[in-house]
């Protein structure tokens, strides 16, 4: 290299002495150019390689070395903070916001003679419609279907003389509709609930159905038998005063006869005489009055005012049973209102087959499916935070029910009751209707908010997150890593004081959920908020 170094230099010396010269030297300065590039080649040349020297000597590994560099590293202690808080055990799942009620309006309209299959003659709502109490729903071949207040399911239908718990229930949604039911009992069918009834058929623009089909022959005949019976006992009463005759007499004025004009039916000519049709005795004509006893003629005073008495006891039994009867094919009794109608299904002119709307109606609750594992851990009355991804929203509630049984069917579709069966009003009522047929769902879990959801909330996909147990009040809390147990059986966590060191201190486990359980040393004040305990392992330099 030194001999390379004094020729580049005396090669620069000449070129700057070519320089210098007045010209004579001028044909040589080609001959220094070339030098002076090839010196440069050189030199680069060298560089070049001296740096690949470099390189290689950084990739090119001996084995010793490559195994010595991929070897693991020197272990140390990983560790976490004991902490002082409530520890709450979690279960985060979806579930679907649905209404509280869902009903399937059926209608089954009452058979009428010459009346072919019932069709759908007046449909006014559409989806999505707000439902008031009292509107109409629909028309069934010419008969409305329209909703009223109420939790107890119509079964039957309610004509006037009835009595029961569900009488009550119209009672008070007629009363909360303005039409009074006068001085009638609570849970009995009288003259006031049939004067609202009407009201409620005649505001919706209907004539009710008559209890009794019988154009009202029934009343009519009722009273004629109450007139007959009351002119019995007028000619009853009569005879007593008049002129009594012998067997075979002319009966005078004021005595009864086969019949009296005017009064058909009466057929007391035989009391009226001397003799009686019942015991035989005769008695004797003295100045026009009966000489004799007059017992027959008592008693059939007596018989007369007993007839009329029956005949105005079946009359006030007619008049009873006589007036508007409400069908349970023309009413929906839902538990809240304002409703929504959720779906429809049928068209004006359809054939009824099935249910021809569906209504949703009280507050909004969440609906939600248990598997086997998590139907263990939940039950009702556990705090649940439901939130939602649209709204970006959280609301507190709780858990209101878990069912007992497995549920089949569809998840969003027709909502089981408060009791956990299905509904289906205005139709045959049969109990096991929202059970239909379809794939294991597992249990039915409602989550109700403490506050009413918004409205937004409806048909939304949220997230359950419910709290399954917690700790009463703050604890000690540790990762599970922390906690293993010696030889001995002891559950124990180990403690990292500043300076490195290790001890093992006893403690009791309680509450875990998220990753944590919740500790209690054996010894007080052994373990305490702060204290770095052990929870795994790390590479020496990254230990925490």
């Known amino acids: 290299m030194s001999e390379l170094s004094d020729f580049v230099e005396d090669v620069i010396e000449d070129g700057r002495g070519g320089t210098t010269a007045t010209g004579k030297d001028a044909p040589d300065s080609g001959a220094l150019a070339r030098g002076r590039r090839v010196v440069l080649g050189i030199v680069a040349g060298a560089a070049l390689m001296a740096v690949g020297g470099l390189l290689a000597t950084t990739l090119v590994k001996s084995p010793a070395q490559a195994a010595a560099e991929t070897g693991p590293p020197a272990q140390g202690a990983l560790t976490?903070?004991?902490e002082r808080r409530v520890l709450a055990e979690t279960v985060v799942m979806r579930g679907t916001v649905v209404a509280d009620q869902s009903v399937e309006v059926a209608p089954q309209p009452r058979s009428v003679d010459g009346a072919g299959t019932p069709v759908v003659t007046k449909l006014p709502l559409k989806t999505g419609d707000a439902v008031a109490a009292g509107q109409l729903l629909a028309e069934v071949?010419?008969?409305p279907v329209f909703t009223l207040k109420g939790t107890l399911p119509v079964y039957r239908d309610l004509k006037p003389g009835a009595t029961g718990d569900d009488v009550a229930q119209l009672q008070q949604a007629l009363r909360e509709l303005g039409h009074g039911t006068g001085s009638d009992r609570k849970g009995s069918f009288g003259p006031g609930t049939k004067a609202a009834l009407a009201a409620r058929y005649r505001a919706i623009g209907y004539d009710p159905l008559p209890a009794v089909a019988d154009g009202g022959e029934g009343i009519k005949a009722a009273q004629d038998a109450v007139r007959s019976a009351e002119w019995a006992l007028e000619d009853a009463e009569g005879s007593r005063g008049g002129k009594a005759t012998t067997s075979g007499a002319t009966a005078q004025p004021g005595t009864a006869t086969g019949g009296t004009e005017g009064k058909p039916g009466s057929g007391t000519a035989a009391d009226a005489t001397g003799s009686t049709g019942t015991?035989?005795?005769?008695?004797?004509a003295d100045g026009g009055k009966a000489s004799g006893t007059d017992g027959g003629s008592?008693?059939?005073?007596?018989?007369?005012?007993?007839?009329?008495?029956d005949a105005r006891a079946k009359l006030a039994a007619a008049e009873?049973?006589?007036?508007?009867v409400l069908p349970a094919s023309e009413t929906v009794f839902l538990g809240s209102f304002p409703a929504r109608v959720s779906g429809i299904g049928a068209r004006i002119g359809s054939a009824v087959s099935g249910p021809i709307l569906t209504l949703s109606a009280g507050e909004l609750v969440v609906e939600a499916y248990l598997k086997d594992d998590k139907k263990q851990l939940l039950h009702a009355g556990m705090p649940v935070?439901?939130?939602s991804e649209v709204a970006g929203t959280d609301v507190r509630g709780k858990v209101a029910l878990v069912a007992a049984e497995r549920s089949t069917g569809q998840p969003a579709g027709q909502q089981p009751d408060q009791n956990g069966q299905g509904g289906s009003q205005g139709g045959s009522q049969s109990g096991s209707q929202g059970k239909s047929a379809g794939a294991d769902l597992g249990y039915r879990m409602v989550v109700r908010a403490d506050q009413p959801l918004p409205a937004g909330f409806a048909g939304q996909d949220v997230r359950l997150t419910i709290e399954s147990a917690a700790t009463d009040?703050?604890?000690?809390v540790v990762p599970v890593t922390a906690v293993s147990a010696t030889a001995e059986g002891r559950t124990v966590v180990a403690a990292v004081a500043a300076d490195g060191t290790q001890r093992r201190i006893e403690v009791r486990t309680g509450t875990s959920g998220d990753g944590y359980v919740a500790v209690a040393p054996v010894q007080a004040d052994s373990l305490a908020a702060g204290t770095r305990v052990v929870i795994g392992a790390a590479p020496k330099g990254n230990a925490q």
């Open 80 to 82: 976490a903070e004991v």
């Open 141 to 143: 071949s010419g008969r």
């Open 279 to 284: 015991t035989g005795s005769t008695g004797t």
């Open 298 to 309: 008592g008693r059939t005073v007596s018989r007369a005012r007993q007839a009329l008495t």
């Open 320 to 324: 009873a049973a006589d007036g508007p």
């Open 385 to 387: 935070v439901i939130s």
């Open 473 to 476: 009040g703050e604890a000690l």
